[in-house]
């Protein structure tokens, strides 16, 4: 097992790919012209390119990959109101009039979503159950000023376990979303390719290996290995790896709602086959998972099997296994900003990207074009 990988997996696919046909879009070659070109075609890109076309933009999308193959298509599907930290820390870190400001904006978004793309949004709520007294308290905290704040919030006691509920929080399939707004995009006229990474980014566009794109707004929406694409952000964001497993339909638990438990670290839910999707335990990984290697490891998928076994309690055999990266900012914000003349960048979810991404993405937009935006959290 040198490479960390375990012998005999499954594939190393999501969940997600069950039953949603890949794109098939072409490489670029040669030279085209636009207003604008969107680097990263994942749930942010794809926001953006959206309300590029909005504002009357024509765009050029591409991918190194596939629509969808970063976390955008391979993450634990929870559509989560607020930023990455819970909403009493939030407040700690960044004041609270912006912690809820950014609780409000976010549920806004989520709305947004659902709206836009209902075959892939599911209005479950979400729980969020303690792993034990500490943290029971720790919800005790964010219950109290969540209802201070007028933000929707119950207290949760259920066989799942004790803690809290979510009840405008939403589960959703990322990887179909993704595809239904490339496929949208196409038709209302944005020219999208896969396979076709940008190597060279300029005030003046973007270069891959086989074409370029002559556009005078360049907008870099990715989140895992974002400081490779734009090494200027080096110092201020920081790639990490998180991993899931996946099962064939469960017929012996019944979770009607997404669980994130131990602090936000772990995370699971079933989805309406039955099957259980369930990722976390990025820190028994250690200081390896600050890695672009974005594979399963044994460590990580032993702990996540464990857990399907022990917390979930299911026998369902595992089916999918898969990794994917994200980043991080050390005080918990995104990078919402223009980086060069030409070119602007969102992406630095913090772990937490499915909502906040498609609003910064929307944001950066509008910045690229008029110069001011209200979608800031
Ligand atoms: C396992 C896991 C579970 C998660 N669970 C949740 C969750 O439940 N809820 C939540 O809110 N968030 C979750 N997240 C975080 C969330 O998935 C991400 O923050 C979000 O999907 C990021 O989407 P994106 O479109 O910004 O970026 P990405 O998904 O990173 O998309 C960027 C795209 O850019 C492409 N690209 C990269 N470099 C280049 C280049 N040089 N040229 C061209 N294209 C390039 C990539 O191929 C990729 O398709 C999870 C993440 C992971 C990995």
Known sequence: MSDGTRPGAPAELPVWTVGVRPLGLTSLDGTIDADACVVGLGGSGLSCIGELQRLGARVVGIDAETVGRGAAGRNGGFLLAGIAAFHHEAADSHGRERAVRAWRLTLAELERIAAETPDAVRRTGTLRIAIDDEE???????LSMMREDGLPVERH???EGRGL???RDASFQPLLRCRQLATRAIAAGARLFEHARAV???GEGVSTPAGRVRAPITIVAVDGGLERVIPELAGRVRTVRLQM????????VHYERPVYSRYGLDYWQQLADGRIALGGFRDVGGDEEWTHDARPTVAVQEALERCLRERVRTRAPITHRWAASVSYTPDG????EQVRRGVWVT?????????VGARSGRAVAQLAVSGRTELLL
């Open 347 to 355: 992406g630095a979810y913090n772990g937490t990207g499915n909502v």
């Open 245 to 252: 497993i996946g099962t064939a339909p469960a017929t012996d």
């Open 165 to 167: 509920l979510f009840p």
């Open 200 to 202: 060279t980014i300029d």
């Open 333 to 336: 914000l995104p990078v919402v």
């Open 157 to 159: 006691a259920g066989w």
């Open 136 to 142: 029971l308290a720790d919800c005790e905290a964010q």
